[in-house]
């Protein structure tokens, strides 16, 4: 039935095959995520809203992933980075503004209790951000956050803070860019102190960025050039039930993956999994004491008490730093 | 010296070359628009900001090209079209809004006297639009756009309204995007109201729309199921001095390119060409009373004066719309 040269073909063609299917099989795409549920999930919601011919089919242009920024994209303890920002700018700004000391979140920080500071409210830090940062034009806070990012270091590793970033989430958003994904930042930060590093750092540009803002007042400068001036208000409050609004705001549409770590991100996960079709919502939670931080229920900062809850009753992706991260930090530069 | 075969070959190489060179010279890529100052001057900076080695070279991510949206890409007589889109919802509405009876703009709409609601203020036209439009969602809210500009006719044209777009106009815009431009449309209107059609008829997405809003709410609908309501109270004016503002929270660059047709678009065109480098600012002036509209200093809707003024000024360039374009509209489909 069978002949010898029948059977040395098909040996051939399995011997071919099998040594032709190492080289054509992809590269991984996130080299810094452990194999394991998160991964997992990840790669099957691409490959579901990517595929040719796949019932979860979605156009690129529908393609939006929105990302929190604090401690979902970079660290945000021991206090928010912005903060860190602040109280330099603060320190030198005080003496002509006496009327700052009566304001607890400013005399926290010119007390330089920045433990206590990390207990206001996020619209009394807002308030703070904004005042510091009012009388200055647009232009020239760029500037003011691009040399600080140059200069600043974190307190415990010792790294400029724009290399506090988490490898595999800088892996997550070029694998996505890579099928087609559009990325959007979508954070309680003020909105002109992402904007100058970000191209950079994530490769998101500025017009895909959303975030909390303060007022802006068009006028004519003293040498008459129009000009934009930062004024003491805060407009927009883009945490929590903001976070919706933002995206309705700035996108227009609704995402179809996003990914928090904390409960100001819960009302996003739940805008983005209320759409049609395959949806992805993902949660960091940090469980790394030792190579970052521990914290969820209890903590000041980016607590995560509600949308845990939520994701476990959803089934929504939990990512468990320790267990699901090779690295957490780039290399250093 | 020069034997006959060197003469022959070079004047065989001189008649190739004259024969391939309309082959290799590109098609004109602004069809409608007739030779004259106005379309020189923008292939003219397209060329300037885009050819490699060029002293004025500007990289493709800085390429940010803004567009009013009312007299620049569509028309906006005898109305605004968002009027007339106002007009059905509203009197729909009206039973069961008695209060609306006292506001001078509601009046005037209520009693079909469209050129009175002319003369209403920006603020009052938008407040009227935020009131006729609250309560709903805005997903609801898109579907009722979408089921107007399909179904709605131009009083004078007898047209849909998202057909009396400018063809030269498009043409621009596909002109700018094939040189590496990001368009981006600010506009007076309201933004919810552009973002359902602009994609199919700019090719702009709704992310890269900035408009005038009104404020949105997230909340659990009755069926547990999130929604964003919108409300009546208006969140931002994108008009006058309120453009740059638009243009730094939504796109967070400055423009290197803008055009628009109104005194709404001055500080916008003011921000534009204020920046270092080449800049190009643009005004359509409505010239065309036969294929369109004619209107300029005495208008009560797009106003063109100060501007007018500042554009001679300044030898930013202004497009006579009966001089400078071959079509005013693309073909009826």
Redesign the interface.
């Known amino acids: 039935m069978i002949n010898r040269r029948t059977i040395l073909a098909l040996l051939l063609t399995a011997v071919t095959a099998t040594a032709a299917s190492p080289q054509t099989q992809p590269s991984d795409p996130l080299p810094s995520w452990n194999d394991g549920p998160a991964k997992t999930a990840i790669v099957d919601f691409v490959t579901r809203v990517t595929a040719n011919g796949s019932p979860q089919f979605v156009p690129p242009?529908e393609r939006i992933a929105t990302f929190d920024n604090d401690g979902t994209l970079w660290t945000e303890q021991p206090v928010y980075f912005q903060l860190a920002f602040a109280v330099d700018r603060i320190k030198t700004l005080a003496p002509s503004h006496p009327e700052w000391r009566k304001k607890p979140a400013f005399k926290a920080l010119l007390a330089g209790d920045i433990h206590r500071l990390a207990g206001a409210s996020q619209k009394e830090l807002l308030e703070l951000l904004a005042a510091a940062h009012s009388g200055i034009s647009?232009e020239e806070f760029a500037r003011a956050v691009r040399d600080w990012t140059a200069r600043a270091r974190h307190p415990r590793f010792n790294r400029p803070y724009t290399e506090l970033v988490y490898q595999p989430m800088l892996e997550l958003l070029d694998y996505l860019r890579a099928s087609g994904f559009?990325t959007f930042v979508v954070s309680g930060g003020g909105?002109?102190f992402m904007?100058p590093w970000m191209?950079k750092v994530y490769g998101i540009?500025?017009?895909?960025?959303v975030g909390s803002?303060g007022d802006?007042?068009?006028q004519m400068g003293p040498n008459g050039?129009?000009e934009?001036m930062k004024l003491p208000a805060v407009e927009f409050v883009d945490d929590g039930?903001?976070k919706?609004?933002g995206i309705?705001?700035?996108?227009?549409?609704r995402p179809i993956f996003a990914f928090g770590n904390s409960d100001g991100d819960l009302?996003m996960l739940?805008?983005t999994t209320?759409g049609e079709g395959a949806r992805f919502a993902g949660i960091v939670h940090h469980t790394d004491a030792e190579r970052e931080y521990a914290y969820d229920r209890q903590s000041r900062i980016g607590k995560l008490d509600k949308a845990l809850d939520e994701a476990t009753a959803k089934h929504w992706t939990v990512v468990d730093m320790k267990r699901d991260w090779k690295t957490i930090f780039p290399p250093a530069k």
Chains 1, 2 share one sequence.
């Open positions: 242009v647009t559009k909105i002109e904007r191209d540009p500025p017009e895909q960025v803002s802006v007042k068009f050039k129009p934009l039930p903001g919706p609004v309705n705001r700035f996108i227009g549409r009302q739940q805008w209320a």
